[in-house]
């Protein structure tokens, strides 16, 4: 993959042992510049919630991707939190000035498997994070990059997949 000269952001990517880290340093590799951004403030108030990243792990993160010779933004970001999303896509364009590549990564997976045994909280917190998470985080994105004169919502004729070449969401676990 030659990704050279192309701009990417990586949603929830700051967990050493997740998708959305190990996604960072191939697309450095690969030799895209990329954003990092993720939840470092933690869930507490939510039962049943596993871990989320930090910021030290976000930072050493966009380290590693610099180590690849390629540029490296972390930030902090609550995909719940409409006010972080717009601060995301203002670093970004300040940051790249473009994008060309989203992956919207940030998700959990928390609560007991069963429905029945899941509390209500729990469930629309999951639903807010897995399923408006992306919503938000595209419509942000879409509208940081459209120039100034245009409208951020799409035309029929110019949809997102055509001016993004490649937009990622993981299914929620
Ligand atoms: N690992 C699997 O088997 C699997 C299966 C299906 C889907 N998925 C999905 O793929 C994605 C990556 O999975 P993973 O196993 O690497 O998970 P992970 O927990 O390692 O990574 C998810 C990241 O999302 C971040 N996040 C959570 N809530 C957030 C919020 N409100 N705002 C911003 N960031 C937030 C977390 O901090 C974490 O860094 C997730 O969306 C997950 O639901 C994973």
Known sequence: M??????ALITGASKPTGIGYALALKLAEAGADVAVADLVT????????????SNPELEALAREIEKRGVKALAVPLDVTDP????????????????????V???????GPALVVSMDEQVWRKTLDINLNGPFRVVR???CARA???STCLPAPAKSPARLWPLIVCPRPG
Do not use: R
């Open 2 to 7: 030659e990704l050279t000269g192309k701009k």
């Open 42 to 53: 933690g869930l507490e108030n939510v039962s049943g919630y596993v871990s989320t990243g």
């Open 83 to 102: 006010a972080s999303i717009t601060a995301l896509a203002e670093k970004v364009k300040a940051g790249f000035g473009s994008l060309d590549v989203l």
């Open 104 to 110: 919207n990564n940030a998700g959990v997976g928390f």
């Open 140 to 142: 942000a994105l879409f």
């Open 147 to 149: 120039p100034a004169s």
